[in-house]
């Protein structure tokens, strides 16, 4: 929140002008940066009508919270305001959007979005954006959490005319999703006297919200027990099992004892540390813990969202990021299910960080912090970028330093790659990440290997798997330019250029842009396949076929692998990144893009002795085989 004080007192200070070089002061120091000028001037425009419509209606003694901070988001509401219902005489809030807009059209058949003149794609509907605001707010503010009542939504357009946003109000219908403009100002004036009492001042209500406490509420993990737990189900065995209850008896003991415990889950891809993720997340609910899944992947925690929110909006809330938490009370969860622990950063702050949350402290220190039990579940071959901490021992380090007690369980078993054990073995001996030096690969009856002779050969081997209805996708290492992303119905710049053969790198944004995929959708989306993926997208999923084109990044001269930094093209490297840990992060790339094929994986390099040593690995035989991708010798599935 960057400013708090009565109606009366925003008027005046937005009279003289002294509120907006106050926001912009709070602003600098909660951020570290200025605000925009079209922030500053959305404040200018907006906040002296919002003070005189409060004003002009007695309400000069409610409470103003401007630039209101959501829980455990990075979002603000424009404005809270806080006071006492004027017939209950409960503490009562209407969370307002402001918008400078004077017209808007809803998009096509779908009225939650919209378009605006100002803006190249569509954007929420002022409507429901207030609506989600005031929903998030009874999800994860417990002042309101058990009094859902108390909390209204409106979108002030006090530019607007009815007839320029009329469209907009086909999805208005509850109390927290209501839109007024200038024409309807009295309308406005009338809905904030109902909501909010005249003779009663706003301070107490807003103080109550401000320390409400900031945990899932009853309802949310009700929720989301009967969708994630009941909709998710999966039998779990042996070592899962194992690591399932461990941490189910850690939260227990916890609980019982008030002591904080720390739970490592370690294995491979496809180890099913995900699966049980998803199970005590659904288990914690169902008893009533207050907990939350985090992960450091955007790409990661947007499909989770999707998984196992898709029926139920407010579910998706329940999946944070690892820099979450900064600012959260320490306890204040049961449990924080840290999935994909391996992308932990050495610290949450970035550039975009507000000075007051630089507290230098350790992501990991933040993530132990939050919950009674932190979780992590992680893999340490998948550390792919500079300055990614998890690892076992970081976090046993973490947890010895408070005397809190810290159990390792292993997961053995395979559940990606085709079950095959040996495939994995075979991946991380070819590759050196553990010793032994590369072995002629075995087949057995569950995964399938294979070696392309140039990148067309493999795109339509890849294509020609997609016709027999298995997923497919393919993936490169880091070693060719990304342009910026196109305008819309521009085509995809083809940035992996090989020979004659060209293709796009998947989108980088959030938005669909010529049929292909958001980023964060590239693995699971149909529409992905045709864009080449990266690390930072294939990272944590899994598809029938896995296509890997390996860079001149990694190339096999003599005996041993030899890596280039000067081929990457990964902004992640800098010159001050050690060679040893450059050595380290592209084995490892190759590592998870070798590893997401749940049938088979067929593998291509770049450069000619690299492919002679992979035929000589995959087939035994150093001389190139016109079968090697042959129908005859790919699924027998």
Same mark, same amino acid.
């Given at each position: 929140?960057?400013?708090?004080?009565?109606?009366?007192t925003?008027?005046?200070m937005?009279l003289d002008?002294?509120?907006?070089?106050h926001l912009?002061d709070?602003?600098v120091?909660?951020?570290?940066?200025?605000?925009?000028a079209?922030?500053i001037r959305s404040?200018?425009?907006s906040i002296?009508v919002?003070?005189a419509?409060?004003?002009?209606a007695g309400l000069?003694?409610?409470?103003?919270?401007?630039e209101?901070a959501?829980?455990l988001?990075s979002?603000r509401?424009?404005?809270?305001l806080?006071?006492?219902?004027?017939?209950?005489g409960?503490?009562?809030?209407?969370v307002?959007?402001?918008?400078?807009?004077?017209?808007?059209a809803?998009h096509?058949?779908d009225?939650?979005?919209?378009?605006?003149d100002?803006y190249?794609?569509?954007?929420?509907?002022?409507i429901?954006q207030?609506?989600?605001y005031?929903d998030?707010?009874v999800?994860?503010n417990?002042?309101?959490?058990?009094h859902?009542?108390?909390?209204q939504?409106v979108?002030?357009?006090?530019?607007?005319?009815?007839?320029?946003v009329?469209?907009l109000?086909?999805i208005?219908?509850?109390?927290?999703?209501r839109?007024?403009?200038?024409?309807?100002r009295?309308?406005?004036l009338?809905?904030l006297?109902?909501?909010?009492?005249d003779?009663?001042?706003?301070?107490?209500?807003?103080?109550?919200?401000?320390?409400?406490?900031?945990?899932p509420?009853k309802q949310?993990?009700?929720v989301?027990?009967?969708e994630v737990?009941?909709r998710?189900q999966?039998?779990l065995?042996?070592?899962?099992?194992?690591?399932?209850r461990?941490?189910?008896?850690a939260v227990?003991?916890?609980?019982?004892?008030?002591?904080?415990?720390?739970v490592i889950?370690t294995g491979g891809?496809?180890?099913?540390?995900?699966?049980i993720?998803?199970?005590?997340l659904?288990?914690?609910?169902?008893?009533?813990?207050?907990a939350?899944?985090?992960?450091?992947?955007?790409?990661?925690?947007?499909?989770?969202?999707?998984?196992?929110?898709s029926r139920?909006?407010?579910?998706?809330?329940l999946?944070?990021?690892?820099?979450?938490f900064?600012?959260?009370?320490?306890?204040?969860?049961?449990?924080?299910?840290?999935?994909?622990?391996h992308r932990?950063?050495?610290t949450?702050?970035n550039?975009y960080?507000?000075?007051?949350?630089?507290?230098?402290r350790a992501?990991?220190d933040e993530?132990?912090?939050?919950?009674?039990?932190?979780v992590?579940?992680?893999d340490?071959h998948q550390?792919?970028?500079?300055?990614?901490?998890?690892?076992?021992d970081?976090?046993?380090?973490a947890?010895?330093?408070r005397g809190i007690?810290?159990?390792?369980?292993?997961?053995?078993?395979q559940f990606r790659c085709? @079950?095959?054990?040996?495939?994995?073995? =075979?991946?991380?001996?070819?590759? $050196?990440?553990?010793?032994g &030096?590369? #072995?002629?690969? %075995?087949p057995?009856?569950?995964?399938e290997?294979?070696?392309?002779d140039?990148?067309?050969?493999?795109?339509?081997?890849?294509?020609?798997?997609?016709?027999?209805?298995?997923?497919?996708r393919?993936?490169?290492?880091?070693?060719w330019?990304?342009s910026?992303?196109?305008?819309?119905?521009?085509?995809?710049p083809?940035?992996?250029?090989?020979?004659?053969?060209?293709?796009?790198?998947?989108?980088?944004?959030?938005?669909?842009?010529s @049929?292909?995929?958001?980023?964060?959708l =590239?693995?699971t989306?149909?529409? $992905?396949f045709?864009?080449? &993926?990266? #690390?930072?997208? %294939?990272?944590g999923f899994?598809?029938?076929w896995?296509?890997?084109?390996?860079g001149?990044?990694?190339?096999?001269r003599?005996?041993?692998w030899v890596?280039d930094?000067t081929a990457?093209?990964?902004?992640?490297?800098?010159?001050?990144?050690?060679d040893a840990?450059?050595?380290r992060?592209?084995?490892n790339?190759?590592?998870?893009?070798l590893t997401?094929?749940?049938?088979g994986?067929?593998?291509?390099?770049?450069?000619?002795?690299?492919?002679q040593?992979?035929r000589e690995l995959?087939s035994?035989?150093?001389?190139?085989q016109?079968?090697?991708?042959?129908?005859?010798?790919?699924?027998?599935r």
């Amino acid at each position: 929140m960057l400013f708090r004080a009565s109606a009366k007192t925003v008027a005046v200070m937005a009279l003289d002008g002294s509120l907006f070089l106050h926001l912009t002061d709070q602003f600098v120091h909660m951020h570290g940066y200025r605000p925009g000028a079209s922030e500053i001037r959305s404040w200018e425009r907006s906040i002296p009508v919002l003070a005189a419509a409060l004003n002009d209606a007695g309400l000069g003694d409610v409470e103003v919270m401007l630039e209101y901070a959501l829980p455990l988001n990075s979002k603000r509401a424009d404005v809270v305001l806080a006071g006492v219902h004027p017939v209950t005489g409960e503490p009562s809030y209407v969370v307002v959007e402001l918008k400078q807009w004077s017209q808007a059209a809803p998009h096509e058949n779908d009225a939650t979005l919209c378009h605006v003149d100002a803006y190249a794609h569509p954007v929420l509907n002022p409507i429901e954006q207030v609506r989600r605001y005031c929903d998030y707010l009874v999800n994860f503010n417990g002042a309101v959490a058990e009094h859902g009542e108390r909390i209204q939504g409106v979108a002030f357009l006090h530019n607007a005319t009815e007839f320029g946003v009329a469209g907009l109000r086909e999805i208005e219908c509850d109390g927290r999703g209501r839109l007024f403009t200038a024409e309807r100002r009295g309308a406005f004036l009338d809905h904030l006297r109902s909501k909010l009492s005249d003779r009663h001042p706003g301070a107490h209500a807003a103080d109550e919200l401000l320390a409400g406490a900031t945990v899932p509420s009853k309802q949310l993990m009700s929720v989301a027990a009967q969708e994630v737990r009941e909709r998710q189900q999966f039998v779990l065995l042996d070592e899962q099992q194992v690591a399932y209850r461990m941490v189910l008896n850690a939260v227990e003991r916890a609980k019982r004892a008030d002591r904080k415990e720390v739970v490592i889950v370690t294995g491979g891809p496809g180890t099913g540390k995900s699966v049980i993720a998803l199970q005590l997340l659904g288990e914690l609910y169902r008893r009533g813990v207050a907990a939350v899944h985090a992960t450091g992947s955007q790409s990661f925690t947007k499909t989770m969202r999707k998984v196992a929110g898709s029926r139920k909006r407010e579910v998706q809330d329940l999946f944070k990021y690892f820099n979450s938490f900064m600012a959260t009370e320490k306890n204040s969860l049961g449990a924080l299910i840290c999935d994909e622990a391996h992308r932990i950063r050495e610290t949450s702050a970035n550039r975009y960080t507000r000075a007051a949350l630089r507290s230098g402290r350790a992501q990991i220190d933040e993530l132990i912090d939050v919950a009674h039990v932190p979780v992590f579940f992680l893999d340490e071959h998948q550390v792919v970028r500079p300055g990614e901490m998890g690892t076992v021992d970081e976090i046993r380090e973490a947890a010895t330093r408070r005397g809190i007690d810290c159990h390792v369980v292993p997961l053995d078993s395979q559940f990606r790659c085709g @079950g095959s054990d040996a495939y994995l073995r =075979w991946v991380v001996r070819l590759l $050196g990440l553990e010793p032994g &030096g590369p #072995v002629v690969w %075995a087949p057995d009856d569950r995964m399938e290997l294979l070696v392309a002779d140039s990148p067309g050969e493999l795109e339509a081997f890849l294509d020609a798997r997609r016709a027999e209805k298995y997923g497919a996708r393919m993936s490169a290492g880091y070693c060719w330019r990304w342009s910026p992303e196109p305008k819309p119905g521009d085509p995809l710049p083809p940035d992996v250029v090989i020979g004659g053969w060209a293709r796009p790198w998947n989108l980088r944004g959030d938005r669909s842009v010529s @049929g292909a995929p958001p980023s964060a959708l =590239w693995a699971t989306d149909p529409a $992905g396949f045709g864009q080449i &993926g990266c #690390v930072y997208t %294939a990272q944590g999923f899994e598809y029938g076929w896995s296509g890997v084109i390996i860079g001149p990044d990694l190339v096999w001269r003599g005996d041993h692998w030899v890596t280039d930094r000067t081929a990457s093209k990964d902004p992640v490297f800098k010159k001050s990144t050690p060679d040893a840990d450059v050595d380290r992060l592209i084995r490892n790339t190759y590592k998870v893009l070798l590893t997401r094929g749940m049938v088979g994986t067929i593998v291509y390099s770049t450069d000619q002795e690299t492919r002679q040593k992979l035929r000589e690995l995959v087939s035994g035989r150093s001389d190139p085989q016109p079968a090697t991708v042959t129908e005859e010798s790919c699924l027998r599935r």
